[in-house]
């Protein structure tokens, strides 16, 4: 193992999430990669989405929580620059082998990835307050 994939594993942490001899290969991966990269990458995410809303959203931060909340969801889904931008945060942290593995089934893989990022933006909506400007 190199340096960097080292490194990247024991910065990461530990896996998120139950892993158990009947989890499937994405669920594998999801539980050992995704979700600690994006716990690590959290206030990243924050800090691109406050950003987003800023620049595309100026009227955000006076909607309601269930708009903020679709807001969130929709940015993420239809905004394919956006979008990828965020899923580049996330595989920028991986080991080369998880990147192996990454694009074996990547479709299957980034709409895990962005759902699970969905709900950890949604559950810290209320960051998405007063941060204007």
Known sequence: MTDRDTFLKEFR???LGTVSAQSS???LFQNQTIRPVLKLQ???FIAAFINYANKNKADFYSYTVEKKLQTIENSIQKDIKFRNSLK????ALFTVEEYNTYIQN???LNK????LLIDRLKSQVQL???QAG
């Not at 580049?88 to 595989?91: E, K, N, R």
């Open 88 to 91: 580049g945060m996330a595989i």
């Open 13 to 15: 942490g530990e896996t």
């Open 42 to 44: 959290n206030d990243l």
């Open 128 to 130: 998405f307050e007063v």
């Open 25 to 27: 290969a994405d669920e």
């Open 112 to 115: 895990r990835m962005m759902n």
């Open 106 to 108: 990547s479709s299957s």
